[in-house]
């Protein structure tokens, strides 16, 4: 049966396929909405990468990409380098500095990363942008978001969606109303619309994104240390008030720091001639 | 244990990262040392709740001036109160509670950075027109993995094997 809806599903994910019967296509995306929110659904690579485009092509209609090519190929070696100690390099890594003062990163399902200018100007070296970095990238190994977005306390978001997606986006723009061709891109910028990607996290998963960042920071060479540089430096900030800002979204940096202090003594035995990388980051950076 | 004294020894030798006269306390009774090594001489015993001014950071170990003296602590031994703003703006905590809840709209001016980069709200995401060319020139600029390998070199990044702590099994 699952398999069936899925078929559904792909069938309206074709590009250039025309939707007629608008009553059929609408069943379908409840359907298909009740069965990606069943906890038990494994997101295959494909559906996965499609929701992170949705919700990557939605979060940068609200920060643009910040212009400065330099800034943005810098930021995809250094979080390409960092994957590749994944665990899941074969994910399409991509990673943008967003334009906004807001201090925060976000991860999006299938290895997209964005990262405002608002906390990369406050870094002070490449190992503490490879630590911010590598949080992202463990959420992203841990499948985190898909989780959050499958646990229970979403499912009237998701039925909702289901509706949202056939009414909407597909009965009334056509079955492709921003160019992703593709259903999963959609649902991504759905889940986006209804708030469901900006929850917070359980605390859990961050103290476990920490731990995971640290440790693929230290196998690509960079100074374990990087992240508890970028944690004491959210302590001295204050919220901007948006709901957006780290500190909005995630548990307070000393609590973080206490989770990772008993931890950092293991990882530090493991690494030889580890790396801050001041020189490079502050040439493409700028200075503080 | 040689190994740790090893890697200790290693992450001494790291560069310091200079910072700007940073003000912190210490969040427990704590050894100011001489050197950036738990082995090192012990210049003074600061108790908890001890006012230190920052000077470099690097590895495991802060630099700073305490008691007249300046030496090294153990980087979780500090906590460092809040008194940077994320961005111009006024936020209170109530505020950004109130914001996160989805209410307590902030107007524009208040989330005007000095920097003339608006902040960004939860209600400026969900409201936003999604902008498929901007993810596609984002891709544009993803990095291979030859490139990366590259860019490693260049820094001297070296690799090396730490077990994933989440797994079961790891050490």
Redesign the interface.
């Known amino acids: 049966m699952k398999k069936l809806l899925l078929a559904g599903l792909l069938a309206l994910a074709v590009p250039g396929a025309q939707a007629i019967d608008f009553g059929s296509i609408l069943n379908k995306a409840i359907d298909t909405g009740r069965q990606l929110q069943d906890a038990n659904h494994e997101f295959t690579q494909d559906e996965e990468i499609a929701l992170g485009d949705g919700l990557a092509a939605g979060f940068l209609g609200a920060a643009p990409l910040r212009k400065d090519a330099e800034l943005q190929r810098y930021v995809n070696r250094v979080g390409k380098w960092l994957a590749l100690h994944s665990g899941r390099a074969d994910l399409p890594w991509t990673f943008g500095v967003v334009d906004t003062e807001t201090v925060n990163a976000f991860a999006m399902p299938g290895g997209t990363v964005l990262i405002t200018y608002g906390l990369v100007r406050r870094l002070n070296s490449e190992s503490e942008l490879a630590g911010a970095l590598a949080h992202e990238i463990a959420h992203v190994v841990k499948k985190h978001q898909l989780q959050a977005i499958q646990s229970d306390k979403n499912s009237q978001a998701w039925a909702e969606l289901g509706k949202g997606l056939a009414s909407d986006a597909i009965a009334r723009r056509g079955n492709d109303p921003v160019g992703l061709k593709n259903w999963g891109a959609n649902a991504g910028v759905e889940l986006l619309k209804n708030g469901v990607f900006l929850r917070p996290l359980d605390r859990s998963m961050e103290y476990e994104a920490d731990k995971l960042g640290v440790v693929i920071a230290a196998r690509s060479g960079y100074d374990p240390y990087g992240l508890v540089a970028v944690l004491e430096m959210l302590a001295q900030t204050k919220s901007d008030g948006s709901g957006l800002s780290v500190l909005d979204t995630h548990p307070a940096p000393a609590d973080r720091l206490a989770e990772l202090e008993p931890f950092m003594p293991a990882v530090e035995r493991e690494v030889s001639h580890p790396q801050q990388v001041e020189a490079r980051f502050r040439k493409i950076v700028g200075a503080p | 244990m040689r190994?740790?004294a090893?890697?200790?020894l290693?992450?001494a030798a790291?560069?310091w990262?200079a910072?700007?006269d940073?003000q912190a306390f210490t969040n427990r009774a704590t050894d100011l040392k001489e050197r950036a090594a738990p082995d090192s001489a012990t210049l003074a015993s600061l108790p908890d709740n001890t006012s230190v001014k920052v000077i470099a950071?690097?590895?495991?170990w802060t630099h700073v001036e305490a008691a007249g003296k300046s030496g090294w602590v153990n980087?979780?031994h500090?906590?460092?109160?809040?008194?940077?703003?994320?961005?111009?703006?006024?936020?209170?905590?109530l505020?950004?509670l109130g914001?996160?809840l989805?209410f307590g709209a902030?107007t524009d001016q208040?989330?005007l950075?000095t920097?003339g980069?608006?902040?960004?709200?939860?209600?400026?995401?969900?409201?936003?027109?999604?902008?498929?060319e901007?993810?596609a020139?984002?891709?544009s600029?993803?990095?291979?993995?030859p490139?990366?390998?590259r860019?490693?070199r260049?820094?001297?990044?070296?690799?090396?094997?730490?077990?994933?702590?989440?797994k079961a099994g790891a050490?």
């Open positions: 190994y740790r090893l890697a200790i290693l992450l790291l560069a990262v910072r700007a940073e950071r690097g590895g495991g980087v979780f500090l906590r460092f109160p809040a008194t940077v703003e994320g961005s111009s703006s006024s936020g209170s905590g505020a950004s914001s996160a989805g902030r208040a989330r950075a920097t980069i608006r902040g960004l709200s939860t209600e400026d995401v969900k409201n936003a027109n999604p902008d498929p901007a993810l020139r984002m891709q600029y993803r990095a291979d993995k490139a990366a390998q860019f490693a260049e820094a001297k990044l070296a690799e090396a094997h730490v077990d994933d702590p989440t050490k």
